[in-house]
């Protein structure tokens, strides 16, 4: 089982830009497509991003599509979420998530969670 730490969070203005991290320490990390997930305050959790165990696929959420990008560095054990021209409504708590089977794009597919990171756009 992998270990998920999220990082880069913070306070940004609107059309701003921030990169989150998730680092995962251990070698089980290359082989499981990892995503990215969000709540907002009174909200459910919802799917961002996700991409598969080599980088080869990605899928975006309509809401961020064009304006944040997943990537990841298996070398490092690390995942990203570059978010660019950042909305107020984008303020949330984002967890990057390590999918336990083939899916992604719901809550079910995933089977481990890191704590989170906060991300606060004033407009």
């Known amino acids: 089982q992998v270990h998920l730490v999220e990082s880069g969070g913070g306070l940004v203005q609107a059309g701003g830009s921030l990169r989150l991290s998730c680092k995962a320490p251990g070698r089980a990390f290359t082989t499981y497509t990892m995503g990215w997930f969000r709540r907002a305050p009174g909200k459910e959790r919802e799917f961002i991003a996700a991409?598969?165990?080599?980088?080869?696929?990605?899928y975006y959420a309509d809401s961020v599509k064009g304006r944040f990008t997943i990537s990841r560095d298996n070398a490092k054990n690390t995942l990203y979420l570059q978010m660019n021209y950042l909305k107020p409504e984008d303020t949330a708590v984002y967890y990057c998530?390590?999918?336990?089977?083939?899916?992604?794009?719901?809550?079910?597919?995933?089977?481990?969670w890191g704590q989170g990171t906060q991300v606060t756009v004033s407009s």
């Open positions: 998530a390590a999918a336990s089977g083939g899916g992604w794009r719901t809550r079910n597919d995933y089977g481990t």
């Open positions: 991409i598969t165990w080599n980088g080869g696929d990605t």
